[in-house]
């Protein structure tokens, strides 16, 4: 194994690492309308508690009298709901909060009314559609959609997710090692590696070219190949056994713990929970102590 292939690969799954804890960033999109509705909350953060903040701001010519504001499903524990003005009342129910204007004359020109509460955001990572609907006194009603964006503002997390994989990818290369060594010897695995390889390349170029003499000379050397396939075996079956560490604690650990909440975002997928993001850490930091410990020496 050569040290630049080894940096290489180093660097690839530092890059990979890198590129999961990429944060997601927050927005407040708006459409021109005759009313505005924005969002703003106190914590942007996945599954956090937050107290939001939704103003609505008359910017037509026509009095508005009530306004009704969906919120996205996926937001739980919605809690006391209230409005700054005493012009306004507001109930919240289903999902659903309602306001109505107590006056004869409703929500003028440049006049705004705030709506607070709080409620725990949702387990995922991405941009989130608030549907609102306004009535103003003629009866005309208008809908306006804004959007609040929640990002992965810790890295804790993803950090501990990546320790723990660390530490189980290590060992586990680390045994196999052992293993290797003990059933097979590490001399004699690297040459039954590369006799293995090009009794294998040999074979697909005899098929390629169609050369039955030369396929038939690699079929009595086949009974050879396949004790030491058979030897090879010894301690991967072993190594299967204790692979099913990754399972154990995987669904038993860390998906109870992290449950679906988003602990890292990929550009391009999207947000990852620990039951996508645990596998793709495992495989990688595995291949990566494979190399560093010499564990595949030759090329296929």
């Not at 969906?70 to 999902?95: H, K, L």
């Not at 060992?171 to 090009?198: C, H, I, P, T």
């Not at 560490?245 to 669904?251: E, K």
Request: proline share 3%; glycine share 4%; aromatic share 10%.
């Amino acid at each position: 194994m050569k040290i630049n292939k080894q940096l290489f690969t180093t660097v690839l799954v530092l890059l990979v690492v890198c590129t999961l804890t990429v944060f997601a960033s927050t927005a407040n999109a708006q459409q021109n309308t005759t009313y505005d509705f924005s969002i703003s909350s106190t914590n942007h953060g996945v599954n956090e508690a937050s107290i939001y903040t939704l103003i609505i701001t008359n910017t037509g010519d026509t009095n508005l009298v009530n306004v009704n504001i969906t919120v996205p499903e996926s937001y739980t524990n919605i809690a006391d709901v209230a409005v700054t003005s005493q012009a306004w009342s507001v109930t919240y129910a289903n999902g659903m909060i309602s306001l109505v204007n107590q006056t004869s004359s409703g929500l003028a020109n440049s006049k705004s009314v705030t709506i607070t509460f709080k409620a725990t955001n949702p387990v995922t990572a991405g941009t989130y559609d608030w549907s609102s609907n306004a009535v103003d006194v003629t009866g005309t009603v208008e809908n306006v959609v804004s959007n609040h964006t929640l990002a992965i503002t810790s890295l804790l997390p993803m950090f501990t997710i990546f320790a723990i994989a660390a530490v189980i990818a290590f060992a586990n290369s680390g045994v196999n090692k052992v293993l290797v060594g003990y059933f097979v010897g590490w001399d004699q695995y690297r040459v039954m590696q590369k006799e293995m390889a090009e009794h294998h390349k040999e074979t697909m170029a005899a098929a390629r070219a169609n050369d039955q003499k030369r396929m038939e000379k690699l079929k009595r050397k086949q009974s050879q190949i396949n004790n030491m396939q058979a030897k090879m075996m010894k301690p991967q079956m072993i190594q299967i056994g204790i692979s099913f560490v990754y399972i154990i604690v995987w669904f038993l650990v860390l998906i109870p713990v992290f449950g679906t909440t988003s602990i890292a975002y990929l550009p391009g997928i999207g947000s990852l929970p620990v039951i996508w993001l645990y596998p793709i850490l495992s495989f990688f930091l595995g291949f990566l102590f494979q190399r560093i410990l010499g564990i595949n020496p030759i090329e296929m």
